[in-house]
């Protein structure tokens, strides 16, 4: 059989087939690869076709040893988990299934292999993986933190009876006031561990985002007072009020802004620009494309590297002293709250910007 004796519309429905289809000749040569093969083989259908199977793949046992036992069993062997492909430092893991090609009257004419890329389910399964263990942890974070707040409590209390009892030149109230700063600080982690572990039902209203973008910025401008960071904003003032959970708002800009803040430091522009997009968003029933309100926050401050990038959003990731690494992850769960989306643009030395999409109605 010649593939070049095939009706045309035959050889385009296996060409169109999203799956790599391969198949071999009663001697085990290539009489047909699609490109969906070609390019998971990384061999080109001129130079492969006429060749020997178990030449082309001699690098591939597994796939040989299928193919092996397919034509001497005349049944169809499959294997979803242990072939990999590794082509050009690309590795690609297959579901493969070979079949014999079997004719009108029954007898075998040759072998047909199916090349099925697993690349994005295990990205998936990767996905689902990091999602499970992290509301695990989320679960147990959560608990602890609870456990942690009523003697955190107590040792305020404590504390500031102390500093009540002692006089005010005593030295030792320098101690009580590391005591309770501390204290503020471990309750400040608690509280963000909270508000990121426990389910949150939102509270649904018109939101104007100019004025709450509006408000952080007259706070921020007022807490950098001595620094030169300049605040610019350019708001497109035809944005509709968008229907959102205020409170979850203003502390996902506010976090934004200020990790916009600490990473100019003592100067720099912090850009915050909004405007209407059509966007794609996740809804109940998948995806939608809907209008969107989009909000940037950028700044021309220190950027990240790659590995930064890499292990943004991950809780309790910090690159600073005093960080918690937990406004990120609290960001990035009240933008899901809203199903809207987050986007990071950075470069090292140059600075940082995070588009936040918003979609207009829920
Ligand atoms: N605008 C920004 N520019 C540079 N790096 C940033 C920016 N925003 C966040 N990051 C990086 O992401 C990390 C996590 O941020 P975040 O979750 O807010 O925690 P924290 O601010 O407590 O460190 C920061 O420590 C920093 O390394
Ligand atoms: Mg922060």
New binding site residues.
Partial sequence: MNPEHLPEFYANVIDSVGDGVIVLDGDGRVILLNPVAEELAGISRRLSLGQPFSVLFKEDTLLLEMADKSAASGMSISDHENIVLKRGGRITPLSVTVSPLLLGDGSRAGTIVLLKDLTNIRDLEAAVRKADRLSTIGTLAAGLAHEIKNPLGGIRGAAQLLDMELSEEDELRECTRVILKEVQRVNRIVEELLDLASPRSLNLVGVNLHKILAHIVFLQQQATEGKSITFQRQLDPSIPPILADEGRLTQLFL??I???V??VGENGVIVIASRVVAEYSMTQRGERRSRMVAVE?G?D????TRE?MEN??TPF????EK???????I?QKIVAEHRGMIRVD?EEGR??T?TILLPIVQ
């Avoid at 401050?301 to 990240?304: R, S």
């Fill in positions: 976090n934004l200020k990790n916009a600490e990473a926050i700044d401050g220190c950027g990240m930064e943004l959003f990731y910090t690159t600073k960080g918690t690494g937990l406004g990120l992850a960001c950075s600075g940082t995070f």
